[in-house]
Structure formats: C-alpha cells, structure tokens
C-alpha cells in the first residue's frame, strides 16, 4: 500500500521501504518517516543579513541549522554536500534533540532560530518541533526555503514562523530545465505568506543566461502581483554542476534596476558591492545604512520603523 508523503508540492505516493526525491522520507511499515530526524549536519551563529533578511530587525544574530535533504535537484545549488541524494549519509550530522537547539540559542543569547542552508520543507516534522519549543522560550523563529510548500504544510507550518526567505528561482522554464522542479507552488506559498501578515522578503539568484530582462520583468510583476516588498538579487558564480559564466556587478545593477522599476520597493544586491541602503520608499532617505551583509551601519532617520523625515512607515519588523 502506498502512503503519500504531504511536506512538499511533489505529495510523493511511496511504497514500503520507497524513499521519496528528497531522499530523506520514506516508507517505514505504513507511516513515512525522516531518515535524518535530528541528525544537524550545519550549525552556526549568523547575523539575519545572511539569510538574508533586511526588515527583520536588522543586525541581531540568529541561530541557523539544517538538517540533510532537499526536494529539489539544482544544478547551481550552493549547498550541494548537504542538499543532494548524491551526498546523503543516513548517519550524518551530531544528533540534537529540539530542546538541545533552543538551549544552544539561549545561551548564545540569539533573538531567533533559522531553519535554513538545506532545505526545511523535507525534515519539517523536527521543525515543528523546534519550533513549539522555540516560541515557548520566547524565540523568533525564520525558515529560508525554495517555497514548494504542498497546501497542508503550509497551514502547518506558516503559523509556527514569524519571518520567511522564499527562494524564487526563475521562470516555469527555468524551474523545469535547472531544478527539476516548478514555479506555480513557489508563487502560491508567496501568495500565502503575505496574506497571512508574517514578513517575507524573496531572493533570486541571477544568472545572466537564464535571467534575461524580459524574464526579470515578468517575475517582478509576479512578486509585485503577490505583494512582495522586499526582493534580494544575487550574483550567480559557478557551483556544483553549474559553469556558467559569473553574473557581472553591471548586469545586476541593471537587474536591479528593472526590479525597482517595475514597482518592487525595496531591492538588495547579493554576493555583491552595490549599494545595500535600505532607502524610504517615499522620499527616498538613507533609513538603514549597510556594507554588505555586515547588518546595519547605523539608522539615523529610522525610529520605531518610521522614517523621521517624511513620516512614512518601511515595511518589516524594528527594534523600538
């Protein structure tokens, strides 16, 4: 009998002892279990800028960790030895019960926890778990993920984290050739996101190949159409199976460019040198002032999330 696996858009249909794509869930006797429960194979204290989020307070540090496993099978992933069957041990990684992970923050004295480098979605039964506890303690919690969310995880999981990074690959082309995987659940998790209030910003790495101008455009509009504010551009640099040409600072300031154009408030370059500034959206003052992904420099005109200058409020979440 087979038993349907519901953490991600795929809904693998698996047969005893069959592993679904991701390669961690599989059917144990009737009831489809993660392999690598518990098993933490990346651990580290990072500020949020890295994730990256910049309208989640900005500049505090987050305790960020992954287990093994993704469901999807990208030629360029950045975290391939711990995201692709191809590497997966079932035994790697130090076990760590989800209690021992809120401690480790506490001690750290870190706001938050983020379920991040690999891919949440595939080992979000010890997710929740993380999670339950962490808001017990008084902990924020983020989940950076590619957003292939299945309907059912999504009600699961979006009352549990106050703070998302989509990853929105490209087009429905490019989700099919790259990443053996789709664009429609990534847009419908978006969708969702925003209409449950929690803060989102979205990133897309930036391939000058694949993300042509057009392409820009049209994603710009599908993020906008969301009600997407806050979009994180990357430049591509060849990875794993991927050798394409590096994304020029130049091709992305023009990227970047069209974003902003097309109506999304606030764009960021990633892997990048460009201006990082979080401006005001209505007269355009210098709010956050950033090197990098280094967290804030400092906020002169920004109080309480306002701008003192024009009175108009920036979107996310701000220390007092």
């Known amino acids: 009998m087979k038993i349907t696996c519901d953490f991600c858009w795929r809904l693998c249909a698996l047969s005893e002892g069959q592993t679904g794509v991701c390669s961690v869930r599989q059917n144990q006797g009737g009831r489809v279990v993660t392999l690598t429960r518990g098993r933490v ?11 990256p989020l910049s309208h989640f307070y900005p500049g505090h540090r987050t305790l960020s960790f992954a287990l093994f496993g993704c469901n999807f099978s990208c030629s360029f992933c950045q975290n391939y030895t711990i995201s692709q069957q191809e590497f997966f041990t079932e035994r790697e990684g130090t076990v760590m019960e989800p209690a021992e992970l809120v401690r480790v923050a506490l001690t750290h004295n870190t706001p938050s926890i983020s379920f991040t480098y690999s891919e949440p979605l595939v080992w979000q039964d010890y997710l929740v778990d993380v999670a339950r506890l962490a808001k017990e303690a008084g902990l924020l919690t983020i989940m950076v993920t590619n957003g292939s969310f299945s309907a059912s995880s ?17 087009d429905e082309a490019f989700y099919r050739q790259v990443c053996h995987g789709s664009a429609e659940p990534v847009l419908a998790s978006i969708a969702a996101i925003v209409e449950s209030g929690r803060h989102l910003e979205v990133t897309t790495m930036v391939c000058q190949k694949h993300h042509t101008p057009a ?10 159409e969301r009600g997407v504010q806050v979009w994180h551009l990357s430049r591509y640099f060849p990875h794993y199976q991927s050798h394409e040409e590096a994304t020029s600072e130049q091709y992305l300031a023009q990227m970047i460019e069209i974003a902003r154009q097309k109506g999304i408030r ?55």
């Open 41 to 51: 194979v990346a651990l580290a204290v990072d500020k949020v800028e890295k994730k």
């Open 154 to 170: 999504r009600a699961r999981l979006i009352p549990l984290i106050d703070a998302f990074n989509v990853d929105l690959k490209g």
């Open 215 to 224: 392409v820009m455009e049209r994603l710009a509009s599908e993020l906008l």
């Open 266 to 320: 606030h764009v960021y370059p990633g892997n990048s040198s460009l201006d990082s500034t979080t401006y005001c959206p209505e007269c355009h003052s210098p709010l956050i002032i950033r090197r990098g992904m280094q967290g804030p420099q400092s906020t002169p005109l920004l109080q309480n999330g306002i701008c003192q200058r024009c009175s108009a409020p920036l979107y996310g979440h701000f220390p007092a």
